[in-house]
């Protein structure tokens, strides 16, 4: 069974940088054909996705948000860490991780696709 | 502004059969799998739907998915009460570099 969980501040002032961590069991991050991702909603608002990093350690970020993403991954302790830089009120959403599996026979990073979720962490941005 | 576009709302009556598109571009839905999550009032999201039309398991088949050009489309048969959600649609996008869109997501009023 496939598990994530979410975890870092709750509040984070207007500049600061963000830094959540995804903590997760049921799979390894070093097993061909698997990601980690990062998706994001504002409240009221749609999902929007961030980035993936993958068991190869391709990493993808979302572009309109690249020059702020970072993420990395420590296998030894099954976690993914985001983090995103100079954080905005309009930043504040719910933030959740995903784990990603290549389809079948898929081939290259649009082969992937997310299926298990975290329950999410809602990150409020404000002085 | 969302890169897929889905109608804001949707309704109908229990046992009814519903449908949600999902309208996209030759760089998107055009050219990558489709794919559909689920997300009741409060919780993660679901996923439903994948590969334009594959159920993970434990889906019901009330759920059905399919994809045609640029579009997509969410079937749901037999709607019941539960399945008052949000619904999204999702895809890779490779207009500039590698992207994974989603949809605006559809509100789905069971009445």
């Known amino acids: 069974q496939i598990t994530l969980k979410e975890s870092g501040p709750t509040l984070v002032k207007p500049t600061q940088t963000l830094t959540l961590t995804c903590t997760f069991s049921g799979f390894s991050l070093s097993a061909s054909g698997v990601g980690v991702g990062w998706i994001r909603q504002p409240p009221g608002k749609a999902l929007e996705w961030l980035a993936l990093i993958y068991w190869d350690d391709d990493i993808r970020y979302s572009p309109s948000l690249n020059s702020r993403l970072t993420i990395t991954k420590d296998t030894s302790k099954d976690q993914v860490v985001f983090t995103m830089t100079n954080m905005d009120p309009v930043d504040t959403a719910t933030y959740y991780c995903a784990h990603s599996r290549r389809l079948h026979g898929g081939v290259g990073p649009t082969s992937y696709y997310f299926d298990d979720w975290g329950q999410g962490t809602l990150v409020t941005v404000s002085s | ?111």
């Not at chain 2, 009556?13 to 519903?18: L, M």
């Not at chain 2, 997300?39 to 999201?45: E, K, S």
């Open chain 2, 1 to 111: 502004q969302s890169v897929l576009t889905q109608p804001p709302s949707a309704s109908g009556t229990p046992g009814q059969r519903v449908t949600i598109s999902c309208s996209g571009s030759s760089s998107n839905i055009g050219s990558n799998d489709v794919y559909w999550y689920q997300q009741l009032p409060g919780t993660a999201p679901k996923l439903l739907i994948y590969r334009n039309n594959q159920r993970p398991s434990g889906v019901p088949d009330r759920f059905s998915g399919s994809k045609s050009g640029t579009s997509a489309s969410l079937a749901i048969s037999g709607l019941r009460s539960e399945d008052e959600a949000d619904y999204y649609c999702a895809a890779w996008d490779d207009s500039l570099s590698v992207n994974w869109v989603f949809g605006g997501g559809t509100k789905l009023t069971v009445l």
